[in-house]
């Protein structure tokens, strides 16, 4: 090998930081075969090296995909449900005040809600974290996430303590709502990578729409076991963060409580499985 041929020229700038310019050839290959295997593209000073015999084709879509993976550094993986509501509807309750200050007393004895707001139809109970509404039409659980486990726990002995207090014969639908967010560190913001990805055939007739565009975002409505909406678009407030909405509604008539636990475990599993496994298509 010339001595033309022993540094290595590095395109991409991110790569550059990370590795010297210099770096031996031999101890690079050892590093990048690890991560790349072996259809690994060495772009050197003067001359092109291939690990493996590939055509041009190949060795300009492997050196691209490379290049990709440098300027796309978006993880999944933190993908994070920082909030939660959860909700019950029923047919009309006369919901009276006696009612609500019993149910208030019980849940206070477990969970620390400072305040008990009354309604024209029934009553909030809050504390910094979320809030629980008890009306004549329906139970609602505003949670902030820290673990999803102990929010859905604490949800589900909410709607039991009230229960055993009001007897409701029959519900009409259950819902839940997760909200997450996904960090967009470095390259394009939150609002350029969707348009880049998921509106690329199009982003161009985005102007169609007139001036003063901030983004573009997903709405996915599937009816599946029960009806599944996913919102996907950029987080206005913060646009390092792409904002992930999964609403999910069980519009089926029951009586018995123990169905809103799997219900919400099945929404939270559907955001970190079909939902995020589509992100990664996008980013």
């Known amino acids: 090998m010339s001595s033309q041929t022993r540094g290595l020229e590095i395109r991409d700038e991110r790569l550059e930081s990370a590795l010297p310019v210099s770096y031996p050839l031999r101890d690079f290959a050892r590093f990048a075969f690890s991560q790349l295997g072996p259809f690994l593209v060495f772009v050197m000073k003067e001359q092109i090296a291939l690990a493996t015999l590939l055509d041009e084709a190949c060795l300009w879509r492997y050196n691209q995909l490379l290049i990709q993976d440098l300027e796309n550094p978006v993880n999944v993986e933190l993908l994070t449900c920082r909030r939660m509501t959860v909700g019950l509807v029923y047919p009309p309750y006369q919901l009276q005040p006696p009612h609500v200050n019993r149910i208030y007393a019980d849940i206070t004895e477990r969970y620390p809600y400072q305040t008990l707001q009354h309604l024209p139809d029934g009553a909030r109970m809050a504390n910094p974290m979320g809030d629980f509404f008890i009306q004549t039409t329906r139970m609602q659980v505003n949670e902030t996430v820290d673990h999803f486990q102990s929010s859905k726990e604490k949800s589900v002995d909410l709607f039991q303590l009230a229960q055993s207090k009001l007897s ?23 609002a350029q990578l969707l348009e880049n990805t998921a509106f690329g055939a199009i982003k161009n007739n985005l102007e169609l729409l007139g001036p003063g565009r901030q983004g573009a975002g997903l709405r996915i409505v ?9 919102k996907i678009e950029p987080f206005f407030g913060d646009l390092t963060q792409l904002y992930v909405e999964l609403d999910v509604q069980h519009p089926t008539p029951f009586n018995d409580l123990s169905v809103v636990e799997p219900r919400m475990d099945a929404a939270y599993d559907y955001l970190f499985r079909e939902a995020k496994g589509f992100l990664e298509t996008l980013v």
Do not use: R, S, W, Y
Request: aromatic letters at 10%; glycine letters at 10%; hydrophobic letters at 45%.
């Open 222 to 230: 599937l009816h599946q076991d029960g009806v599944h909406e996913l």
């Open 168 to 190: 409701i014969p029959q519900f009409a639908t259950f819902g839940i709502k997760l909200t997450a967010f996904l960090p967009v560190p470095d390259g394009p913001n939150a």
